[in-house]
């Protein structure tokens, strides 16, 4: 099982108060997450990646085995302890301003 850790605004868009754990066979990547969290939170869907061109939201960052890897690809493999669930898959809304 993967765990995914959301931001609270997202959390409270799908009305969950925990971590997501989901069941994903095959490559574990930013995409198979997301498809999995848009079929189970139909409100999250076109929150995390534009739904025209499937590319992550730019105020949106990826972390994984505490590395940020927002800019690995949507279908880069995710590192196996993120595959296996021993460490978490972290979405994360980034903050801009001055």
Known sequence: MITVVLPAQLR???RITEDVRLE???TVTPDTIIDH???RYPPLKGTIRDPATGTRRSFVRFFACGADI???G???PLPDAVA???EPFYIVGAMAGG
């Open 24 to 26: 994903i066979t095959g």
């Open 37 to 39: 969290l848009e079929m």
């Open 84 to 86: 296996k669930g021993v």
């Open 12 to 14: 409270s868009l799908a």
């Open 70 to 72: 927002s800019h690995d």
């Open 74 to 76: 949507m279908g880069a």
